[in-house]
């Protein structure tokens, strides 16, 4: 069973032409109760979930 949920904020780095990787500043230990909360506040401001990319990548790198 679940008991903690980890959560990573951070910056993002675009130049010019390069897309770099996001830099993690700081990770929460959360219970399961209160990343529940904290994820209902994030919908209400807008946020939304994204589609996981790192399973795509893998099939077409390994059809």
């Not at 993002?12 to 209160?34: C, F, H, Q, S």
């Not at 909360?37 to 399973?55: A, D, M, S």
């Amino acid at each position: 069973m679940l008991k903690y949920i980890f959560i990573d904020s951070g910056k993002v780095i675009n130049t010019y032409m390069v897309k770099k990787p996001p830099v993690i500043k700081a990770r929460e230990k959360l219970k399961k109760y209160a990343a529940k909360e904290e994820f209902k506040n994030l919908v209400v401001q807008g946020w939304t979930i994204t589609e996981n990319l790192t399973k795509k990548r893998a099939r077409a790198v390994n059809p």
